[in-house]
């Protein structure tokens, strides 16, 4: 006998995302968001997970939902192939300003997905267009980089995507840097050697959906120095890390290291709205610019540098222009830590990390079955504690958006703490 109605409202045609219907029990209904709280048909809840990781100062930023509401008083979609409007201009001139240096150049789209998309076929039209095509893409082992068929073909193969498996492209991959880094760094500078590598492509700092993987910023550096020493293309995928996620604007600002192009999504307009951004250096530009009309950039989605979300990522932008951000994220980044010790002395979890605001910790577990229930039920017992998790596998984070309080935290954290397994 199967429950149709499990996993979804009862009077529900909804087919929610990464939701097995069959197992999962229905979800809360959300009436309003404030802050770091959602408020529910159950009650109101610490969003802990910041939304799946595009909240960033905390939900409805005040300055950020006046920039909607102001630029609705004027504009809506406006085609951007031949047209052009003020919330894009200003927000490519902020882009580039606050982008690590050489990176001039701003194409939009409208997620995390597209947005690595945009930068891999940038990166095989530059070699293409210099007359030296290269094909290999480099990736590193549990990236994850979206759920369309380009992006699970450079993220990590398995059960999330075995189906498509027959449609995905073959890429090459590193090892998950260990310790220093060095074994991942051999390998790669042999790949490169080859000639054929167009481009590499990595999450800076923390592997986010493959785990709350992290690793530091020298073995970044060195990665950096290998695609220089190759002619590599180095992409940022800095989806999930940019906007202050660790503990700087850009994951890459950790390392001092300017990739050849950088992916900017979920905190771009602080998560009120979608936008995504590929944000290219001159020389990737230039390898487009031709009179050559085959050269032509051939890209595009509908909603391309929708006003409405270019003003709310522009809002988001004078935020992080105007400074004052880096003390909000080292108080997060210390309450963090602060918890996370405490954790850390429970024989039941392993592997405490932590980069900046985003802090994990692994849940001991003897059985595999065991291990992969675990996950679910942590969810439901912060649920009935208020507090909204989001277990991957065995790791249990904390990714809060920036205006979360100790207060919050102690529950979050007390939370994940009483859980008996
Ligand atoms: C979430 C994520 C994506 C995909 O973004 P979507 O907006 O969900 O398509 C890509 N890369 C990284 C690193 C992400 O965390």
Not at 92 to 99: E, F, I, K, P, T
């Amino acid at each position: 006998m199967t429950t149709p109605h499990r996993g979804t409202r009862p009077d529900s045609p909804v087919w929610h995302p990464f939701t097995q219907h069959a197992t999962e029990p229905p979800p809360p209904m959300v009436s309003q968001t404030q802050g770091a709280y959602l408020a529910t048909d159950r009650g109101q809840l610490i969003d802990a997970i910041s939304s799946w990781w595009v909240i960033t100062h905390g939900h409805r930023h005040p300055p950020i939902m006046d920039a909607i509401r102001d630029t609705a008083e004027r504009l809506d979609q406006v085609i951007f192939a031949g047209l052009t409007h003020a919330p894009a201009e200003d927000l490519a001139r902020a882009l580039v300003d606050l982008a690590p240096p050489g990176l001039t150049r701003v194409f939009y789209s409208d997620s995390g997905s597209t947005c690595v998309e945009v930068a891999l076929k940038m990166a095989l039209g530059f070699w293409r267009n210099t007359g030296r095509p290269r094909h290999r893409i480099a990736v590193i082992e549990h990236g994850y980089h979206g759920d369309t068929i380009g992006t699970m073909s450079v993220g990590e193969r398995g059960i999330f995507n075995a189906s498509y498996e027959p449609l995905m492209f073959s890429v090459d991959r590193l090892p998950f840097p260990r310790g220093d880094g060095a074994g991942t760094l051999a390998i790669f500078e042999t790949l490169a050697a080859t000639g054929e590598m167009a481009a590499l492509i990595v999450e800076p700092l923390v592997l986010g959906a493959g785990g709350m993987l992290m690793y530091g910023p020298e073995v970044l550096a060195g990665l950096r120095a290998i695609c220089d020493r190759h002619g590599v293309l180095m992409i940022a995928d800095e989806v999930m890390t940019g906007w202050g996620r660790t503990g700087r604007l850009w994951a890459c600002d950790h390392a001092g290291v300017a990739p050849d192009i950088l992916c900017t999504s979920k905190g771009l307009t602080g998560g009120a709205i979608p936008l995504a951004a590929t944000i290219a250096s001159e020389a990737v530009f230039q390898a487009h610019w031709s009179q050559d009309r085959s050269r032509t950039f051939f890209h595009s989605s509908s909603y391309t540098a929708n006003p409405l979300a270019c003003a709310a990522g522009l809002a988001n932008a004078r935020i992080w222009a105007a400074g004052g951000m880096q003390a909000r994220l080292d108080a997060v980044g210390a309450m963090q830590a602060d918890r996370l010790a405490d954790l850390a002395r429970d024989p039941r979890f392993a592997n405490p990390r932590r980069t900046g605001t985003i802090a994990a910790i692994d849940l001991r577990a003897d059985a595999a079955g065991y291990l992969a229930a675990a996950g679910p039920r942590l969810r439901a017992h912060a649920l009935d504690r208020g507090v909204l998790l989001r277990p991957l596998g065995n790791t249990v984070y904390v990714l809060p958006p920036y205006c979360v309080t100790d207060a919050d935290l102690d529950a979050v954290w007390g939370a994940i703490a009483s859980f008996a397994g």
